[in-house]
Nanobody, 115 residues
Framework: QVQLVESGGGSVQAGGSLRLSCAAS????????MGWYRQAPGKQRELVAM???????NYADSVKGRFTISRDNAKNTVYLQMNSLKPEDTAVYYC?????????WGQGTQVTVSS
């Protein structure tokens, strides 16, 4: 099982920025897709952003133009740069790594945006 360790969460005011990191215990080239999801209290977990092994990215409409997903292959790490944060971005953010035979999750990191 792959270990995914998220970091970088915290509390910021609206308009601020945070960068989340997800460090994988295996080469990220082994994953078809890596992504960031979030889950707010009382809501379902939703996809925020994803990046394929070929480098293609996709974003939820609610974060387009504000969030950027990227990766550092040498560090086996995927990042989520979050700018212009809004209170509605408050949630626990989870890293996900998908292969044809596995689908792994990190433990989550809390992001809180105050108005």
């Amino acid at each position: 099982q792959v270990q995914l360790v998220e970091s970088g969460g915290g509390s910021v005011q609206a308009g601020g920025s945070l960068r989340l990191s997800c460090a994988a215990s295996a080469s990220i080239f082994s994953f078809n897709v890596m992504g960031w999801y979030r889950q707010a209290p009382g809501k379902q977990r939703e996809l925020v952003a994803m990046i394929t092994v070929g480098g293609r990215t996709n974003y939820a409409d609610s974060v387009k133009g504000r969030f950027t997903i990227s990766r550092d292959n040498a560090k086996n790490t995927v990042y989520l740069q979050m700018n212009s944060l809004k209170p509605e971005d408050t949630a626990v953010y989870y890293c996900n790594a998908n292969r044809s035979w596995s689908n792994d999750w990190g433990q989550g990191t809390q992001v809180t945006v105050s108005s």
